[in-house]
């Protein structure tokens, strides 16, 4: 358990940090939160729970029209922290759809043994199974199945993007349109 700030709202996104850290940044969905979503108020501090730096076996979907649908997002200085045998679907009409966005000086991440689908109606907005951006390095990836599908051409099961390194990826089942790319 820690103590989390409740920092604002947007577009059913809800932003939170560390009561002692605002550099530490997290956000969940109005879905994951429930009707609680009205009592929050900027500055509030709230109860937040950690279960031992692990995601496991667990059933997400994020569904919505507007754009940014997510379906888990780990951002800034996350460490050593473990995303295994969840099932994660994100469908969005608009914009982009990602099931896994890691962001931010997160490194030694293990995301194994999961299933990710995601699907927009959107022909601007683009598909992303997993999506790694800005210092994320000496993570693995394997044995995962990914399915990226919409309307829109860029539809990626795994995106590498700007200063990633050292990533292992292996065995991983992917079914999208552009498989596997590195911006």
């Known amino acids: 358990k820690f103590k989390a700030k409740f920092l604002y709202a947007h577009h059913d996104r809800y932003f939170f940090s560390e009561e002692k850290n605002p550099s530490k940044r997290f956000d969940l969905s109005s879905e994951q939160i429930g009707s609680q979503t009205k009592f929050l108020k900027p500055n509030l501090v709230v109860e937040a729970l950690v279960f031992d730096g692990k995601i496991i076996n667990n059933t997400i979907v994020a569904n919505g029209s507007n754009e940014g649908q997510l379906g888990i997002r780990l951002q800034v200085n996350v460490k050593s922290f473990q995303i295994e045998s969840n099932t994660i679907t994100t469908r969005g009409g608009g914009g982009s759809s990602i ?26 907005g683009s598909n992303y199974g997993i999506f790694l951006t800005d210092k994320v ?47």
Do not use: E, M, P, W
Not at 102 to 114: A, K, M, Q, W
Not at 140 to 148: D, H, Q, V
Not at 161 to 183: A, C, M, P, V
């Open 137 to 183: 390095n000496n993570n693995t990836i394997a044995f995962n199945t990914i399915r990226t599908n919409g309307t829109a051409n860029n539809n990626h099961g795994i995106y590498l993007s700007y200063r990633t390194g050292f990533n292992l990826i292996k065995n991983n089942i992917d079914f999208s349109l552009i498989g596997f790319f590195i911006f």
């Open 99 to 124: 099931a896994l966005y890691v962001d931010n000086r997160v490194d030694n991440l293990t995301i194994v043994n999961n299933t990710l689908r995601t699907g927009g109606g959107s022909s601007a």
